[in-house]
Each structure stands twice: as C-alpha cells, then as structure tokens.
C-alpha cells in the first residue's frame, strides 16, 4: 500500500510527539510542515527529520501528494485553519479544543461533510489500551451500570497572562486545555446520553477561566468533572457501579486501569506498556482517509459538538466580569 503522507500546520512542541508517533507507524510519514513564519517551520523541519519546512500554510496545502493533515496552532486559530485545508480538499485532525465555540465546530463538520472529508479532533487518549480496556469492562458489564463518575484534573499554569494556557485571545483557560480531557473521556466511558448539565467557572483577572466545574446528568448516572490551573493534585478518574468500579491510572496519559469488585477488592489490572499514545488516533486518520469515512466511530463529530456546547455554557453563564 502507498504511504500515507501527512502536512502538520503549526511548529508547536507537541509536534515532535506527532512525528515520533508517525515514525512507529509503518506507511506513514511526516512529509512537511508549515508556520506563519518560515524560520520556526525550518527549526522544527531539522530538529523532527521532516523533509519540507514552509511559511506559508497555502505553499503547503496545495501538494497534491500530502494525505492528510494535523493541526497543532494555538486553539484560536484551529477553525481558521480546519477551513484553510477544507478549501484545499485535505482531511484533517485537529488538536483540542476543536473550536472555541459549538457554532464554528458545525461549520467545520458540516463543510468536511458537504465535500466528503474525513475530520477528526485529536482526542488521542480515547484510544489509548487504558482507556479502551476501561470501556471493554464497563461494556461488558464487570462494574455493572455505571450509576456514579468523576475526573478530576488540575495543575499550574503559571502567572503568564500571555502563555497559551491562559491568555484569552489565543482561546486559553482551564477548560479549553485540560476540561476538553476530563468531559471527553468521562462522557465516552460513561456511555449514556446526556440530560442535564450544571457549570460553574471562576477566571483569572484577565479573562480566561482558571478552573471549572460540571455536574452532569446522565441517562443512568451522575457524574462531575472538575478542572483547575491554581491547584495541584493528582489527576483521578472514577466509574461505579453495582457491581463494583474502575479507576483510571494516570488519567489521560492512559497509564493504566484497575478492576475492583463488589467488596471493593482489587479484581484485575492492566498496565500498558509505556509507548507513543499518538498512534491510535493517527491510524485512526489513516483509516478514516482510506475507507472513506467521514468521522471516526470512537470521536466522533456528536461528541465534539456537545463538549463544544458546555463549554459556550460555561462561558455564557458565567462571564466575565470586569
């Protein structure tokens, strides 16, 4: 079969993650990748064995031979991009958040939609062996219904006003960076539609939020998420049952999962061998491309959509205040 030949968008540091993850792959590879400043494409070209640096996203898009996409610029600037490579006919994967509002998300999916593209946002810890060995027993029933969940992630961002992770205007705030992790992966284990949601957020002084509260009811469960860049702890993941319940290791780096019984005795464990989490989901584009297929079954559009849609509620009813 030909290599897949992917362009990422962007010379962040998360970058070198993704071109690592592609070298594991056998059939793909990083052909290019493109900044707004063409002396960050070289460095990042050099340093991550990419055979083309550009300084123009355009120079880039308009090969023929680049399969697919990724992108991994600041979240401000995703739904200007995702349209960019749209315009150029690519499919694509898209670093978290996705958009900044549900709003720009329906645009994107329903224009990769109308030109039969394959879209994806970049929720790589989804399909990590942790996370999928999680879902495999709550599926088949080990911990029995999901009735209670929770996931907490926290840590600190700094003071920087002008850092990615907190400044407004690059789409900065505790949700849009670690809140995207702890709804997505709870959401998706819990597997229930969802009814009802309550948020609550406090901000920085500047703007951006700081830390992040929902409580969440699902069709058969309650769960809560609670995100912060001013505290530090250790990140933790919950699912419960009547039959007993499951606890995330390592979190959304999928380190592990463990089993416990109804007597809330240790029943199983799984620990992964340590490796490149990208992978999954950059096959998970690769298979996508190849088939077909518009959305992945595993991230699929819905889900982003909804995760978008509580996060425009966070910002709605609670605003800033100067």
Known sequence: ????????????????????????IPGAQVVAVASKSQERADAFAKANQVPAAYGDYRDMLKRPDIDGVYIDTTNNFHYENMMLCLDYDKPFLCEKAFTITRAQAEEVF?????????????????????????????????IGQVALANYNFCFVSGSDPA?????????????????????????YLVGQPLREA????????YGSDCTDGMLLRFEHAVA?????????????????????????????????????????????????????????????????????RLESEIVPHRDTLLCMELFDQCDRENPWEK
């Not at 030949?5 to 592609?22: E, L, P, Q, S």
């Not at 970049?122 to 999928?132: E, G, I, K, L």
């Not at 309550?198 to 002084?205: N, S, V």
């Not at 240790?266 to 491309?289: A, D, Q, S, T």
Request: with cysteine; net charge positive; hydrophobic share 40%.
């Open 198 to 205: 309550k948020t609550i957020t406090q901000r920085f002084p």
């Open 224 to 292: 809560a998420t609670q995100v912060s860049f001013l505290a530090i702890a250790p990140e933790t993941a919950w699912f419960c049952g009547d039959k007993g319940s499951i606890q995330l290791l390592g979190g959304h780096k999928g380190g592990g999962a463990v089993l416990y019984g109804p007597d809330r005795q240790e029943v199983e464990r799984f620990v992964p061998p340590e490796e490149n989490g990208f992978v999954y989901e950059i096959e998970e584009l690769i298979r996508g491309v190849r088939e077909g």
């Open 163 to 187: 850092h990615r992770l907190n400044a407004p205007a690059l789409g900065g705030g505790a949700n849009r960076d670690i809140g995207v992790y702890a709804f997505e992966i709870l959401s």
């Open 110 to 142: 329903r224009r990769a939609e109308e030109k039969g593209l394959f879209s994806m946002e970049a929720m790589w810890s989804r399909f990590t062996p942790a996370v999928q060995k999680a879902k495999g027993w709550i599926d088949s029933g080990r």
């Open 1 to 24: 079969m030909d290599t897949f030949r992917i362009g990422i968008m962007g010379a962040a540091k998360i970058g070198a993650k993704f071109c690592d993850a592609v070298r594991r």
